[in-house]
């Protein structure tokens, strides 16, 4: 039987409010709805949520890298890009 735990009960160990925990599941789908409104979660769905948090964090960790160039964006003078 799986044991079900509420939003307020998890976001502290997570080190997050209980209203971005909610907000991530929402986002991920991530979590067990009894009704409409409530969200329970399952330690499945925790775990889930851990790996999303840490995935997160590195895209935070990360952001200092360009991104690939865009072959058809213009230069700043508005002429278009060389192509190689």
């Not at 409530?38 to 952001?63: G, S």
């Not at 964006?73 to 002429?79: I, Q, T």
């Amino acid at each position: 039987m799986a044991y079900f735990r509420t939003p307020e009960e998890v976001a502290p160990e997570l080190g997050i409010t209980p209203t971005t925990l909610r907000l991530i599941c929402k986002n991920t789908g991530f979590c067990t709805r009894l009704e409409r409104r409530r969200i329970t979660l399952t330690q499945a769905d925790i775990e889930r949520v851990l790996r999303h948090l840490a995935v997160e964090q590195e895209k935070k960790n990360r952001w200092w890298e360009e991104p690939e160039p865009d072959p058809f964006a213009e230069e700043p003078h508005g002429r278009p890009a060389a192509t190689p």
